[in-house]
């Protein structure tokens, strides 16, 4: 396959020896490789690898350096594979029981994963991308002036947070949001934000942060 190039934003370095696995994914090395990628051939024949053709591909990359991959045939049979990974800036490798570990190469950037040639791209849950605007917003630490917060949160994982007090003044970030489970980061020029997200419904998502003590409703708009 054709390899694709582009900006690849890297985050710290790290070896092939063993990883430490962060206590919280705002400290893990590769924030922007968290989640659940998708490859999809672009003929019906799919792509020959090792004797077999294959249509499609999933694979999910957790903070704990664990794996998850499907691969789709295109005589219909998923193939799964599951184990460990280490990765440093330019390699990544796969381990499984009972197989011989797998080293690939690769390129990052918030959005896109290119392994060996092959261009993924990631995918935000179902029904979290959209306009959220806070019915109800509090906590200990949440300044008293502010009134509203407006979130975007695109599909392509960039969003955009503007924060409204009392008094009519307003601020705003942009960059980029990466998630693990109920995890939610906002990181942007300044700083990050992180929190925990809920959606209760489709039309409303809920964000608590205990260490800052805040809560906010939000309803999609």
């Known amino acids: 396959m054709k390899k694709l190039f582009f900006i690849v934003v890297l985050f710290a370095l790290s070896t092939f020896s063993r990883p430490t696995i962060a206590d919280d994914i705002t400290e893990f090395d590769y924030p922007f490789l968290l ?3 998708y490859w999809f051939s672009s003929t019906e024949a ?3 690898s090792e004797g077999e053709n294959y249509r499609a591909m999933h694979v999910q ?3 704990d350096y664990q794996f998850a991959m499907r691969l789709l045939r295109i005589d219909g049979k998923i193939e799964q594979l599951a184990g460990e990974y280490n990765i440093d800036e330019t390699n990544i490798t796969f381990m499984t029981e009972n197989e011989e570990d797998q080293m690939h190469t690769y390129m990052l950037s ?3 994963f290119v392994l060996d040639g092959a261009r993924f791209t990631k995918l935000a849950p179902e029904n979290l991308p959209g306009n959220w605007k806070t019915s109800a917003i ?3 630490d949440v300044d ?4 509203e ?3 975007t949160l695109r599909p392509d994982f960039l969003f955009s947070a503007e924060v409204s007090n009392d008094k009519g003044k307003s601020k705003e ?3 980029i949001y990466y998630i693990e489970d109920n995890q939610l980061v906002l990181l942007y020029e300044d700083g990050q934000h992180d929190s925990e997200f809920e959606l209760t419904s489709n039309d409303t998502l809920m964000l608590t942060n205990t260490h800052f003590g805040m809560e906010a409703i939000l309803q999609r708009e």
């Open 144 to 147: 008293q002036s502010i009134s």
């Open 46 to 48: 799919g792509v020959e």
């Open 61 to 63: 990359f957790k903070s």
């Open 110 to 112: 918030y959005n896109q």
């Open 138 to 140: 509090s906590g200990v």
């Open 173 to 175: 970030h942009r960059g």
């Open 35 to 37: 989640g659940n990628w």
């Open 149 to 151: 917060l407006s979130l």
